[in-house]
């Protein structure tokens, strides 16, 4: 197959070129050019999208001796991802660019290109697993990606490879020292990629200015804080709540909701972050439809914890109702449904309820 190998200058998309390389195929590396001024987003170990992560793709590429272009999908991004991220925190929601830049970037703009240039299957280094045509959880379980590809359509995934899922992160990093690629000892990025310093609040800010509101007590109903923009909260939230009132009883108070409209931050005790049911969007399934109502697994975060759960549609929407409470669940994240390791499917969280 000719296959077009996603390379962010990591260890791991290189070492996936390579057993895609290993495996017969007719392969050709290509970096993802996210930003029209790559200084303008993390450099170094710090993200994905800097100059010193394209130079490290080439040089992997001129390890494995195979061809290596540099797409520019800035524009894309912007508009898909970074755009997306900001109006989803202005509608308090808590958006995960990853799944946006999966589903919208990776795996629609890059994979219709590739298509379109004669490419049969786009190769990444994602921490997952394929079996029969279905997505499943990787091996390595601490660096399963699955839950930001649960957002892939079974046309979408019948075109992809994970060569990676079924092997743990320290036998890659001994793989590619092997095959004497350079990213071998490279740090994992972290957080995300496109604010510079990590430092989200003050980068919202940046763009949505100032919004002062009160932060109020939910079972005094009292004012206890103020702060300069809801958007910088997310439900769940703990630290950097800027609270001048101690709660009566002593305990930490948490963030229970975000209202942008009335610019109210409302705080509470983490026992009133218990959700029982999850009302989400229109699901996405990554394999056949189940028979529903279904019963199976939701996670609800990225590297979260399962939990049991019935599902259904409701009018187009998929409805999750969980066996046992989740806290701290917000609106704009993720709701992915398992049985055991397969992804069922997805759907972007709405609201909850207790």
């Not at 001796?65 to 755009?83: G, K, L, Q, S, T």
């Not at 219709?112 to 240039?117: F, G, S, T």
Request: net charge negative; proline share 6%; with cysteine.
């Amino acid at each position: 197959m000719k296959v077009l190998a996603a390379m962010s200058g990591g260890v791991d998309s290189a070492v996936a070129a390579a057993r895609a390389v290993d495996a017969g195929h007719d392969v050709t590396g290509v970096h993802l050019a996210l930003s029209p001024s790559p200084a303008s987003y993390r450099s170094g170990a710090r993200g994905c999208c800097s100059l010193e992560d394209s130079r490290d793709a080439r040089r992997a590429a001129d390890v494995l001796d195979i061809p290596f272009y540099v797409w520019d999908v800035a524009e894309r991004f912007a508009r898909d991802v970074v755009d997306d991220f900001v109006a989803e925190y202005a509608a308090g929601r808590t958006p995960n660019p990853c799944v946006r830049c999966n589903e919208r970037i990776k795996f629609a703009a890059v994979l219709d290109r590739a298509l379109a240039l004669g490419f049969d299957a786009v190769c990444t280094g994602h921490y997952a697993r394929l079996v029969d045509g279905l997505l499943h959880r990787a091996v390595d379980s601490g660096k399963d990606q699955s839950y930001v590809l649960a957002v892939l359509r079974p046309d979408q995934l019948a075109r992809a490879m994970f060569p990676l899922g079924d092997t743990r992160k320290p036998d890659v990093r001994a793989e590619a020292a092997a095959r004497g690629l350079i990213v071998a000892d490279k740090p994992d990025s972290h957080d995300i990629c496109f604010i510079a310093d990590g430092d989200t609040r003050r980068w919202l800010e940046g763009r949505l200015g100032s919004q002062p509101g009160p932060i109020v007590d939910a079972q005094t109903g009292d004012v206890v804080g103020g702060h300069d923009g809801a958007y910088a909260f997310t439900v769940g939230q703990r630290r950097g709540l800027g609270v001048t009132v101690p709660a009566p009883d002593g305990r930490p108070r948490y963030v229970l909701d975000v209202s942008v409209v009335t610019r109210t931050v409302t705080v509470g005790p983490e026992d009133r972050l218990d959700v029982r049911t999850v009302l989400a969007g229109e699901p996405t399934w990554c394999g056949p439809q189940p028979t529903l109502p279904w019963q199976g697994l939701a996670q609800l975060r990225a590297h979260g914890e399962v939990h049991r759960c019935t599902g259904e549609v409701v009018d187009g929407r998929l409805v999750v109702r969980l066996w046992d409470p989740a806290r701290g669940i917000a609106p704009g994240q993720t709701v992915a449904l398992y049985d055991d390791t397969r992804v069922v499917g997805s759907a972007t969280i709405n609201s909850t309820a207790g």
